[in-house]
Structures are given as structure tokens and as C-alpha cells.
């Protein structure tokens, strides 16, 4: 069997099942010994897009945002009906106002679901990297195991000779 280079391909090899128990030993120790968690918080390798639709998203979604907008419509409203009451702006039903708030939320919204779909393959690499380490740890604990099961076989074993030699004085 040609040794597996990437952890995954160690993961696929180690769940198939026509391995012989060397080779299930070998390729547990490779496992045990690679570390296999990442970190997935690093954005050493977004693109400049990414950047700036993680931004829009997290201004959008912010208390700041909704206030200071909120505010802002409020003043438009203010403004028009009755500050400038001769030759308003944007007259009642503030058709530039819903203008405005349409183009907003035309462009908002890409941004959010490019951010949206980035978190979501963050996630499922975040779900990936929790079941790698899940298996090592289960592998971990198997092969404690079975050391346990070995080490108890042994201490009977030196039980039952001492037994037998005190038994013969």
C-alpha cells in the first residue's frame, strides 16, 4: 500500500476496511503523530472583495448602522416636510427617499450573501477539521485501549507467576 500524502487521504485510508492490521497500525501513527486541526479564523488568504463584503456585512449588522440609518430617514423625513415647506426636495411620499433605500438594498444585499457563502464554507471546514479530530481522538483512545487491555494481560500474567512461586516455597 503506497503511504497516503495529504491527511485526508489518510482518513479514507484508515476507514476502509481491507487494511491489514500493520498497515492500520502504520497509518494510525502517521495520524497520531501529524497534528490535524486548523485555523480556520486566519484570513491571511482573502481577496480584496471578500474583505470588503465582510466589512459591509458587519457594518450593515450593527446597532450603529440601524440607528445612524434610522436617523438619517427620520432627518430626510424632518427635512422635506417641514424644514424646507415651499420647494421641498423630495416632496411626500419621498419618492427619492424610496429610490435611495432601493438602490441600498440592491447593493447590500450581494454583499451580504458573498459574506453569507464564505461563512458557510468556513463552516463546513470548520465541521471537516471537528470530525478529523474526532477520529484522532477516537484512534487515540483505541489504541490506549488496547495498551490498557495489554498492560492488564501482562500484570496477570506476573500475578499468576508470582503466585506460582510462592505456591512452590
Known amino acids: 500500500m503506497e503511504k497516503p500524502k495529504t491527511r485526508k487521504e489518510l482518513v479514507k485510508a ?11 497500525d502504520e497509518l494510525m501513527e502517521m495520524l497520531i503523530d501529524n497534528p490535524i486541526s486548523i485555523n480556520l479564523e486566519k484570513n491571511d488568504n482573502l481577496t480584496f472583495s471578500e474583505k470588503v463584503a465582510d466589512k459591509i456585512t458587519a457594518l450593515a449588522g450593527s446597532w450603529v448602522f440601524i440607528i445612524c440609518f434610522a436617523s438619517f430617514i427620520l432627518f430626510w423625513i424632518v427635512l422635506n416636510t417641514f424644514i424646507i415647506i415651499k420647494n421641498p426636495v423630495d416632496p411626500y411620499p419621498f419618492i427619492l427617499l424610496n429610490l435611495l433605500l432601493s438602490c441600498i438594498s440592491a447593493l447590500q444585499a450581494p454583499f451580504i450573501m458573498m459574506s453569507q457563502n464564505r461563512q458557510s464554507k468556513k463552516d463546513s471546514m470548520r465541521n471537516e477539521n471537528d470530525y478529523l479530530t474526532d477520529l484522532k481522538s477516537e484512534l487515540i483512545l483505541e489504541e490506549l485501549h488496547n495498551q490498557m487491555d495489554e498492560i492488564i494481560k501482562n500484570q496477570k500474567k506476573l500475578f499468576k507467576y508470582i503466585d506460582e512461586k510462592e505456591s512452590l516455597k
Request: without cysteine; aromatic residues 0%.
Open 14 to 24: 484508515l476507514v476502509s476496511t481491507n487494511l491489514t492490521d500493520e498497515e492500520h
